[in-house]
């Protein structure tokens, strides 16, 4: 029905002997949301390193509409249409929110040194492209004022909204979010929920990703693939999943198990 | 002289040079071992030592002699010395900055290289001063070969310090923990090792190696010099890289081919004495960009 | 526009404000040139020569500033890029006769290879090995510098003769002033626009968390060697007009002692404020000429000022850190 944006075919990782990843075969449709699940350790984070060209696989192959990702450094990777958040956050310290965000247009732009000093025309028109660009992505997660101060002074919440900005704003066709819910109480969970659906309808970006609150993800995804122990071990919706054995125990090694399903 | 001579030359010149570049090599793979710092200030407490030895041994030649036996008491002086110089420029300069940005800590450590520098040349007006000792010129003949004495002794003088040293990381607490510190620090911490001493004793243990090789250098050459710790610093972090840094035989290692290779190299047509620095540091930045673990070194860590 | 705000404060710390209103701005300059024309004439001519100097040495430390204050790459041999221009343009005014205004894109073109040549190698490096590669680089020039006969060898060159323009004879100290003047003008207004730009971000972003920016799609192999590359051109430039000025020059100037009082400029004035680094040049020149009775203490109290400086206050001697308004 839809097309595939992202396609991983028989992607294995080892790392000094672990294996992290073994003969991954896994996709993302186009127009889609698609959630990551597994208990800690599965592999997810490694997945996505592999994706955005941080981690070189061993094997296997991984396509992106049409282009092979493979090879690409990862800013060729972005530069392709992927964009990513981090587990940990990571903006960009010393730096207002305003200029965090404006980071993600640097691929979309062009004027060099040379146009910068001469200050050309089209340089000046493309930095109020950026700036513009910029404050249009941060509204768009709902970040209005203090776009002037420093990013990592500002709540919990709102720098979790400001990395989203931030990876928007490099106009990717697939957002790869890394925990985007860790951390956010419930009510900034619904509209984390409400955010994703927009970027998928508004946007018609497709999202993927990785979070261990159940409920979100059935909330939010229409579909969910489960790692575990770098093998991919179940796919489905969100209910086939809850339902699925294989998931239960994989979910049962870890203490606190019923609480990770959401039962 | 034939080929098997030049060969044997310097074979020797490259034994005695090597011996210096370990002895100030491995304070530098110490150091960076425990807090991930490349010393910049090390070549000069090199410098310092070959000062401080200097002035003990015109203190002391009345009782102990000027000759070898001299020279290694007041080594043994400038040891303690500058070692305790050295953990005082860890507490003071570089404790308080292991928080900070990197450039910040890297610029601490030349601000105190240049204090170290410039508080000798104040001293010193800038003037070489003579190494005044008793050694003699005597040596053996092994064919066409001279082998002094001095250079003997030098070299088995450095040999006896290492075998030290690795008795120290291998046997002692303190060693072992400095080991332990290089790989995990924060799980020492964690296990209850007193971390910020072991650190201290890593400098101190450091520093005194090189000021051994500065008073030491100092007397074989003949003269002392504000400024002769940049070239040995470069010198010795080449011989690090080339042996890994972070690893103890690996700066033994390094110091050793370096200082063949500086050796032999001169013996290339083409590079006369004046090439040879340019040398050195080409092989630091081929060794940097094509085999930055150096022969014996560990890999980077994977990134995210 | 209050991106506009933020850029200005991290450029010109607490002399922002100076700069901020349309009439505070253009006032302040125009004192400031008026200040900059009279100087000779007021303060004679041996204030002319150091003022020269500190001129110099703005350019330089501006041009550092672009390698170490923007992208954080600490560079101790960038007396290399000051050797490049000062030598091309010697070699090539002297032994070929090239027009000194001719030989000045060459420069730049040496420079932005020499750029090249030292940066590609430190890309994947570390800061602490990156310090000390890009140091025995510069050794590695001087060194060359030395050793060559084309380079006049240790004695270096001598009897490069004063340039012309249009019917002027750049020869007297006045002269250079001036020269020097636009000189550190042109370095001022393209630090600004640098800085202001999507490079100077880039350079930013680099420097903060490098994986993250080639995560946003930043390729930092570019942007570093775009750093080493125009911080070339700025230490090459000053080095053309440096070997004019003085006629003759010598391996001895850019010698790591060079770097380091370079270096120095960056930093005892405030990393990456262009105001502090004006500052710090101004201080690395005219220190000396004050503490002339300390004779060869005189680096040492720059030494001690250094250490106390990145211990109690480790962005420079400018008060406050980046404002936020």
Request: proline share 3%; glycine share 10%; with cysteine.
């Amino acid at each position: 029905m839809n097309d595939t944006l992202l396609d991983l075919t028989g992607v294995g990782l080892a790392f000094a002997g672990n294996r992290v990843l073994q003969d991954i075969d896994f996709n993302v449709p186009a127009g889609a949301v698609v959630s990551l699940i597994g208990p800690n350790g599965a592999g997810k984070t490694s997945l996505f390193n592999c994706i955005t060209g941080f981690y070189k696989p061993q094997t296997g192959r991984i396509t992106f509409g049409g282009h092979e990702l493979l090879d690409l450094k990862p800013h060729l990777v972005t530069k392709a249409g992927i964009a990513r958040t981090f587990q940990n956050l990571r903006l960009f310290r010393e730096m207002t929110v305003l200029e965090n965000v404006m980071s993600g247009m640097h691929c979309r732009t062009r004027s060099g040194a040379i146009a910068a000093v001469l200050r050309t025309p089209r340089q000046r028109k493309e930095e109020r492209e950026i700036e513009a660009f910029s404050r249009d992505c941060l509204r768009f997660v709902g970040v209005d004022d203090d776009l002037d101060r420093e990013a990592t002074t500002l709540a919990y919440g709102h720098q979790r909204r400001i990395e989203i900005a931030r990876a928007l704003a490099t106009r990717p066709k697939l957002l790869l979010l890394d925990e985007p819910a860790a951390g956010l109480n419930s009510g900034e969970k619904e509209d984390l929920i409400a955010l994703i659906a927009r970027i998928r309808d508004e946007r018609g970006i497709s999202v993927l990703l990785i979070e261990h609150d159940t409920g979100l993800v059935m909330k939010a995804s229409e579909r969910v693939s489960v790692l575990d122990h770098g093998v991919m071990i179940a796919e489905g919706t969100a209910r086939e999943i809850q339902n699925d054995p294989k998931v239960i125990e994989a979910y049962l090694g870890q203490d606190d198990a019923e609480a990770s399903l959401g039962f | 002289m034939g080929t098997f001579d030049i060969i044997t030359h310097q074979l020797v010149n490259g034994l005695v040079l090597g011996s210096f570049y370990a002895l100030v090599a491995l304070g530098y793979t110490m150091i960076f071992g425990v807090i991930k710092l490349l010393n910049f200030a090390h070549g000069d407490l090199y410098m310092v030592g070959g000062f401080i030895g200097f002035l003990a041994l015109s203190a002391i030649s009345s009782v102990v002699g000027g000759a070898w036996p001299g020279i290694f008491v007041a080594m043994l002086f400038s040891m303690i010395a500058v070692g305790c110089l050295g953990v005082v420029i860890e507490r003071v300069a570089y404790h308080p900055m292991l928080a900070a940005p990197r450039l910040s800590i890297l610029i601490t450590a030349l601000a105190v290289s240049l204090v170290l520098q410039n508080t000798v040349l104040s001293l010193t007006q800038g003037q070489y001063t003579a190494f005044r000792s008793d050694l003699g010129f005597g040596g053996i003949n092994l064919g066409s070969l001279f082998l002094t004495y001095n250079q003997m002794v030098l070299v088995a003088a450095a040999a006896v310090l290492m075998i030290a040293l690795q008795v120290f990381v291998t046997r002692t607490q303190y060693g072992r923990a400095m080991r332990a510190v290089a790989i995990d620090k924060d799980m020492c911490e964690l296990m209850g090792i007193n971390v910020p001493a072991v650190i201290g004793v890593t400098f101190f243990v450091g520093s005194a190696l090189a000021a051994a090789a500065g008073t030491m250098a100092g007397a074989y050459y003949g003269s002392i010099w504000y400024f002769m710790g940049f070239l040995i610093g470069l010198k010795a972090f080449t011989a690090a890289v080339i042996g890994g840094i972070g690893s103890i035989p690996g700066a033994m290692l390094g110091g050793l081919a370096l200082g063949l290779l500086e050796a032999f190299g001169t013996q290339i047509p083409g590079i006369g004495s004046e090439w040879k620095d340019v040398f050195s540091f080409a092989v630091l930045i081929l060794v940097l960009v094509f085999k930055p673990t150096g022969l014996l070194g560990q890999s980077e860590q994977e990134r995210m | 526009m209050s991106e506009q705000k933020v850029f200005t404060s991290r450029l010109f710390g607490p002399l922002s404000f100076l700069f901020e209103h349309r009439a505070t701005r253009w006032s302040s300059i125009a004192a400031l040139i008026l200040l900059m024309a009279v100087a000779p004439i007021v303060f004679g001519q041996y204030a002319t020569v150091i003022l020269t100097n500190a001129l110099l040495y703005v350019v330089l430390a501006l041009g550092l500033n672009v390698v170490v204050g923007y992208a954080g790459l600490l560079d101790l041999g960038y007396a290399a890029f000051f050797a490049v221009g000062a030598y091309t343009v010697g070699i090539l005014t002297q032994h070929f006769g090239i027009n000194f205004w001719l030989t000045l894109p060459i420069a730049v073109c040496a420079a932005a290879l020499a750029g090249v040549i030292i940066g590609g190698p430190t890309l994947r490096l570390r800061s602490d090995y990156l310090a000390i590669v890009t140091l025995g680089f510069g050794e590695i020039v001087r060194l060359s510098a030395r050793n060559l006969q084309i380079t006049g060898a240790a004695s270096g060159l001598s009897g490069i003769e004063q340039p012309w323009l249009f019917g002027w004879h750049i020869a007297r100290p006045i002269d250079f002033y001036y020269v020097f003047c636009v000189l550190a003008a042109i370095a001022v207004i393209v630090s600004i626009r640098l800085a202001n730009s999507r490079l100077g971000r880039a350079w930013l972003y680099v420097r903060h968390d490098e994986d993250v920016a080639e995560a946003m799609g930043i390729d930092r192999v570019k942007v570093k060697l775009a750093a080493y590359i125009i911080g070339a051109i700025y230490g090459a430039m000053a080095g053309a007009f440096f070997a004019v000025n003085l006629g003759a020059i010598s391996p001895e100037s850019f010698s790591f002692t060079q770097s380091v009082l370079i270096l120095m400029a960056v930093i005892l004035g405030g990393m990456g404020k262009i105001p502090g680094v004006i500052l710090g040049a101004f201080i690395v020149i005219l220190g000396p000429e004050l503490l002339r009775d300390l004779g060869s203490m005189r680096l040492l109290v720059f030494a001690v000022g250094l250490l106390l400086i990145m211990l109690f206050r480790p962005s420079g001697i400018w008060p406050g850190r980046n404002a936020q308004r």
